[in-house]
């Protein structure tokens, strides 16, 4: 049977939260007084998320779980069928509704249900969260939670670098999730939230400052830490060789200091350049990746097994061709690698692999390896223009509260949205796509933030 191809890490999820929400919601009926441990116990899951989703993703996996079939209950209990309203509910909703309709059409229904299935309850996470971190307390709680862990991973990762010459050798960086795909784009999610929660102020500021010891020390101290987990960081990413994070976390960088001051930003324009400088004159591995961006052919002095730039190009080439045939429909939620399987003798191009000088086909992942492709390739259009819509509001919303709020924290999180935003959109161009569940359901994290904190009462001053 065509099931039978599903991973048994999706059975067990789905499984999971079936089985869970099933006796949940039983006791929710008969002890609607339960309530209140549904939702400390939905909390609870977010806080595993937080934890352990740079350092060991399964577990991660088992808090989104856990606080999905929770809050499930506590809906049940407080006899609410009711979704917050957190601003990014139309385009999610849209989107979620053509990939569950793609179940009908799919040219694959066990990699339908796999993709489909992580994205469905991604996006049941996001509202979980959502509604679940309504008071100050809870969301800084979660942000110190996630800030503990990618410190953790951060200096892991520098020291696993230096171990494995990471900057002279082709070896690249794993990180503690042992992923040296979704590791760098973590820690570039991490270093807008440590940039932006500690180490920047948003407040504005009405007339002059009064200077003081008790605030001195610890923004000292603050600065004097994470500045020092950022510059691992950097190194993170360097080690990890990863374009995507750098496109994701340069952008993201420049926009957290122009919000902050136009001074600081051109401050770090200039450290960026000399740093980039310094790098690609110890690391011959790491200018060439970058380069290779812009000049396919420079990637053959490195070549493995592949030619790496060219053949990302062949399965752009490749998903653009299935959407042309399916531009409304696609060919089904995860499906490509089904579909570019069994016709790719027929209507896909050639990728010429210039160290064999034959030509191949290289799927590398089974997937188009560009998750706005991938999306116009596996659901059409019309789920292409509501994730578009879904982007933008991802900008348009913290942007706008930024701007208008006089509440500090609401501005952190607007600001904590808009890197991390340009962090993800920067990997979905290369690595991630909307059922990595290392990358997709953390960038839902921050946006479930910042819907939470933007539903909270403005502080008043």
Sequence with gaps: MVFNELNLSTYLKIGSILLSAAVLIA???????????????????????????????????????????????????????????????IPIIIYAAIVTASFFWTFSIADSFNEGGEIIYFILFFFAAAELLNSKKRIKIML?????????????????????????????????????????????????????????????????????LVRIIPKVSYFIIFGLISILGVFDIVFAKARSAWIGIIPAVFILMYLKSKKLFIAVLILLILFNAG???????????????????????????????????????????????????????????????????????WYYNPKTGKKIYDLYDNWPENGY???????????????????????????????????????????????????????????????????TNLWLFFLALFAAASMLPEAEY
Excluded at 153 to 171: E, K, M, N, P, W
């Design 27 to 89: 006791f929710a009926v008969k002890k609607p007084e339960s309530s209140r441990f549904f939702e400390k116990a939905g909390v609870f899951g977010i806080f595993l998320f937080a934890l352990f989703i740079p350092i060991k993703d399964g577990f991660a996996v088992f808090g989104m779980v856990v606080t999905i079939a929770f809050f499930i209950a506590y809906k049940i209990s407080k006899r609410e069928l009711s979704i917050p309203k957190t601003g990014f509910n």
């Design 144 to 212: 110190y939670t996630f800030t503990f862990s990618i410190c953790i991973a951060i200096v892991y990762g520098f020291f696993q670098g230096i171990i494995i010459d990471a900057l002279r050798s082709h070896t690249r960086l794993t990180g503690l999730i042992g992923n040296w795909v979704g590791f760098p784009v973590q820690v570039s999610y991490g270093l807008v939230v440590i940039v932006t929660y500690y180490l920047l102020d948003f407040t504005k500021k009405d007339g002059a400052d009064k200077i003081s």
């Design 279 to 349: 790098v690609f004159s110890l690391s011959k591995t790491f200018k060439n990746r970058i380069f290779s961006m812009f000049n396919p052919k420079i990637y053959k002095l490195e070549l493995k097994n592949h030619g790496d730039i060219e053949s990302h190009i062949a399965l752009i080439e490749s998903a653009w061709a299935v959407f042309k045939r399916y531009p409304l429909t696609g060919v089904g939620v995860g499906a490509f690698s089904k579909y570019f399987d069994e016709h790719k003798s027929v209507r896909f191009p």
């Design 373 to 439: 492709m991938q999306t116009l390739a596996e659901t059409g259009i019309f789920s292409f223009i509501a994730l578009m819509w879904l982007f933008f509001l991802a900008l348009k919303n913290p942007f706008k509260l930024f701007i208008n709020s006089r509440d500090n924290f609401k501005r952190k999180t607007a600001a904590i949205l808009i890197g991390t935003s340009v962090v993800f959109y920067g990997s979905f161009a290369g690595v991630s796509n909307m059922s990595n569940d290392q990358l």
